[in-house]
C-alpha cells in the first residue's frame, strides 16, 4: 500500500470510531470507488429505533468532521447518514395530512 491509502484506511478508520462513540449500533459502510474529488465515501445505517432528529445530528456532526478532515489533510470523505424508511414516511404522512387540512 502507499503512504496515501495507509493515510486514507486511518482516516476513514477515525471517522468510523466517531460515528460509533454516537451511535455505536450504527453500520457503516465503506466505499473506495471515487466520485469527482472524493477519496472514498461513507454510508451510515442508524439503528431503526432513531428518530429523524438524530440522524440529522448525526448527519451534522459527520460534516463537521468531515470539513475539518479536508482543511487538515486535504482529504475528502463525506459521509451519508440514511434515515430509517419507517420514520420518513411517518413524517411524509404527517405533513400530507397538515397540508390536506390547511386545503380544506
Known sequence: MTTHSNSLHTHIADLI???KKR???????ISYQPYETEDAH???HPPDNWSLEQC???AEYTAECTCNLLLKAGVSI???VLEPV???N???KAHLAGRKKKAS
Open 42 to 44: 461513507l454510508i451510515v
Open 23 to 29: 451511535s455505536p449500533d450504527a453500520a457503516v459502510e
Open 90 to 92: 411517518a413524517a411524509k
Open 78 to 80: 463525506p459521509v451519508l
Open 17 to 19: 470510531a466517531e460515528i
Open 86 to 88: 419507517d420514520k420518513v
Open 56 to 58: 440529522e445530528e448525526l
